[in-house]
């Protein structure tokens, strides 16, 4: 049961994150986000979600699970940054 609400907590996060950039596009010109950003962001989030929660299940190991959430959080930012700003230049870059 337990198992079931951390799932749900990381799925109502990632939704939570969606929402910010929604927000802000109704009070600034600053922020425009296309369907293809939030489909993108979407992804992005609850995969980054699930595994994680894929790690927390079946990794015993405390230090190892520790390395591999470390290791998850560090791909996801550089991915992000890179679709955000491009910072390795890659053909996926958003700018």
Excluded: Y
Aim: proline share 2%.
């Amino acid at each position: 049961m337990t198992q079931n609400k951390r799932l749900a907590g990381i799925i109502f996060t990632a939704a939570l994150l969606l929402l910010v950039p929604l927000v802000a596009m109704q009070f600034t010109a600053e922020v425009k986000w296309s369907f293809s950003d939030f489909l993108v962001a979407g992804f992005l989030l609850f995969g980054t979600g699930l595994l994680l929660e894929l790690i927390l299940r079946k990794v015993r190991a405390t230090s190892h699970r520790l390395l591999l959430c470390v290791v998850l959080f560090i791909v996801v930012a550089l991915v992000w940054a890179e679709l955000a700003v491009g910072i390795f230049g890659t053909p996926l870059a958003g700018s």
